[in-house]
């Protein structure tokens, strides 16, 4: 079945972490599956930032090939739910300031482990996906077809919180805006907003998504 790319992106923007299985180097030959907490960059790739000390950092130094599997947390049915597994190469990014701006939006309690010092952005390149999206949905995805969805460059996207955020009710924090949706926080809970139509053009998303959070605004009950 062929799942539209919407669902994968809408998948990868409303979890906060995934569990990441590399290659043991302790036990050559069996997989090592460990919880990582990670942020979609501007073409929705899951960025992590690992510590030098960690098992699975030491495992994909020696062997990039790697999965992570993103589900949507909630409910006792997890087999009911929406789940994601990336199989590509985890590999070291130099992060530039404004990737590393959003994966902080993302992950605010992460930024003070930088000043640690063993610490280094990571970043899986898909090559397939399987996606589960409930029963009886569910198909391969290549990592193409990912790379290659809608995307806008990271300075826009970055004025665009800024633009997007002015519309929000206090105590909400706009974390991004993509060509499909808004993440944003109210009471640290992570929400999402997804567009009816992704759009490109910087000025007409910065029109819906605005739109978008005022609505989702005023439809808030008021105390």
Same mark, same amino acid.
């Given at each position: 079945?062929?799942?539209?790319?919407?669902?994968?992106?809408?998948?990868? %923007?409303?979890?906060?972490?995934?569990?990441?299985?590399?290659?043991?180097?302790?036990?050559?030959?069996?997989?090592?599956?460990?919880?990582? *907490?990670?942020?979609?960059?501007? %073409? %929705?790739?899951?960025?992590?930032?690992?510590?030098?000390?960690? @098992?699975?950092? =030491?495992?994909?130094?020696?062997? /990039?090939?790697?999965?992570?599997?993103?589900?949507?947390?909630?409910?006792?049915?997890?087999?009911?739910?929406?789940?994601?597994?990336?199989?590509?190469?985890?590999?070291?990014?130099?992060?530039?300031?404004?990737?590393?701006?959003?994966?902080?939006?993302?992950?605010?309690?992460?930024?003070? %482990?930088?000043?640690?010092?063993?610490?280094?952005?990571?970043?899986?390149?898909?090559?397939?996906?399987?996606?589960? /999206?409930?029963?009886?949905?569910?198909?391969?995805? @290549?990592?193409?077809?990912?790379?290659?969805?809608?995307?806008? $460059? *990271?300075?826009?996207?970055?004025?665009?919180?800024?633009?997007?955020?002015?519309?929000?009710?206090?105590?909400?924090?706009?974390?991004?805006?993509?060509?499909?949706?808004?993440?944003?926080?109210?009471?640290?809970?992570?929400?999402?907003?997804?567009?009816?139509?992704?759009?490109? @053009?910087?000025?007409?998303?910065? $029109?819906? $998504?605005?739109?978008?959070?005022?609505?989702? =605004?005023?439809?808030?009950?008021?105390?």
């Amino acid at each position: 079945m062929q799942l539209p790319i919407e669902a994968v992106v809408q998948l990868l %923007h409303e979890a906060t972490f995934a569990a990441l299985a590399t290659h043991s180097l302790t036990l050559p030959g069996y997989p090592f599956a460990s919880v990582v *907490p990670f942020a979609p960059d501007e %073409h %929705h790739r899951p960025i992590m930032l690992m510590s030098t000390l960690a @098992e699975h950092t =030491r495992n994909v130094d020696a062997d /990039a090939r790697a999965s992570l599997l993103v589900y949507r947390a909630g409910g006792e049915d997890v087999q009911s739910g929406a789940r994601l597994t990336l199989i590509g190469e985890v590999v070291r990014i130099e992060a530039p300031e404004a990737l590393r701006e959003r994966f902080f939006r993302y992950q605010p309690d992460a930024a003070s %482990h930088l000043s640690l010092g063993d610490f280094g952005f990571f970043r899986i390149e898909p090559r397939r996906l399987r996606m589960v /999206a409930g029963f009886g949905r569910m198909g391969w995805i @290549e990592g193409h077809d990912l790379i290659g969805a809608a995307t806008i $460059a *990271p300075d826009d996207e970055a004025r665009l919180v800024d633009f997007v955020g002015a519309q929000a009710a206090p105590g909400t924090t706009v974390l991004g805006v993509d060509c499909y949706g808004i993440d944003f926080r109210v009471d640290d809970v992570r929400k999402r907003i997804s567009l009816a139509t992704p759009t490109q @053009e910087v000025a007409l998303l910065a $029109a819906v $998504a605005a739109g978008a959070m005022r609505d989702y =605004r005023d439809s808030q009950p008021t105390e």
